[in-house]
Nanobody, 115 residues
Framework: VQLQACGGGLVQAGGSLRLSCAASGGSNLRINTWAWHRQAPGKAREWVASITSGGSTHYADSVQGRFTISRDNAKNEMYLQMNSPKPEDTAVYYC?????????WGRGTQVTVSS
């Protein structure tokens, strides 16, 4: 199973950006929980948001109210809508998926927020 994240880039503070992550390669693949993590230069990787198979969402305090995580089960895809990003949101964003028996990480996509 491979996770491919895309949608990163340069965005101005206060703008918006949408990240996507697609899972492929597994027959009858079932993703239970999707999540986004991020890692800023010189910092540890941190959890950003997650969404369960039932659609329950959870957010880190730092992005609550600004970011929205969603999923499309039919496509095995996940999204992160980033509204009003701040310079401190600059990081490499990684998608994560938990299947029935395994967990998977994507390679990351760079998000840079300019002030």
């Amino acid at each position: 199973v491979q996770l491919q994240a895309c949608g990163g880039g340069l965005v101005q503070a206060g703008g918006s950006l949408r990240l996507s992550c697609a899972a492929s390669g597994g027959s009858n693949l079932r993703i239970n929980t999707w999540a986004w993590h991020r890692q800023a230069p010189g910092k540890a990787r941190e959890w950003v948001a997650s969404i369960t198979s039932g659609g329950s969402t959870h957010y880190a305090d730092s992005v609550q109210g600004r970011f929205t995580i969603s999923r499309d089960n039919a496509k095995n895809e996940m999204y992160l809508q980033m509204n009003s990003p701040k310079p401190e949101d600059t990081a490499v964003y990684y998608c994560y998926a938990a299947g029935s028996y395994n967990t998977y990480w994507g390679r990351g996509t760079q998000v840079t927020v300019s002030s």
